[in-house]
């Protein structure tokens, strides 16, 4: 809760487009804006769904996930786990203990802080987020069309 509100105050420290505080909402805005969170609710189940088959929870998925496509050639920290998910610091350690139980992920030393640990996919880790990411791109492939027509229903209404 506390990391959700955090990144809501973020995203509002952003500069607003001016056109969308003059935008008066629409029926068909309100279509799309449903649609578009529908589309992403059908992906997000699927998503828990396919973490699930593959023997792992969802946010373990995403750890998998940011590990990989976020953090650089020598790991990410913790902190950057959390910052990621939007979890307490604190449970982003529970999550990075329980995955090396499930010999997921490797700690190691920052080279540059010792007193820093980095995480690191094992090669178990990267097998099974190799064939999660496979069948994710596969189902945005699928719900692609769909969101492309909300997306651009979103760009021609604000012009």
Do not use: C, W
Request: net charge positive; glycine share 4%.
């Amino acid at each position: 809760m506390v990391q959700a509100k955090k990144a809501q105050r973020s995203r509002a420290a952003m500069p607003a487009r001016s056109s969308s505080r003059r935008r008066t909402m629409r029926d068909a805005d309100y279509a799309a804006l449903a649609q578009f969170r529908y589309q992403l609710r059908i992906f997000l189940a699927f998503s828990e769904a396919a973490a699930q088959n593959a023997g792992l929870t969802a946010q373990q998925h995403q750890a998998l996930l940011a590990i990989k496509g976020l953090a650089d050639a020598d790991g990410a920290s913790v902190g950057d786990i959390a910052r990621f998910l939007l979890i307490r610091h604190h449970t982003a350690v529970e999550l990075v203990d329980r995955m090396a139980k499930l010999k997921l992920i490797a700690r190691q030393a920052d080279p540059e802080d010792a007193r820093r640990v980095l995480v690191k996919l094992t090669a178990k880790g990267e097998q099974k987020l190799r064939s999660l990411s496979r069948i994710h791109l596969d189902e945005l492939s699928v719900a692609a069309p769909a969101l492309d027509k909300i997306l651009r229903s979103f760009g021609a209404k604000a012009r």
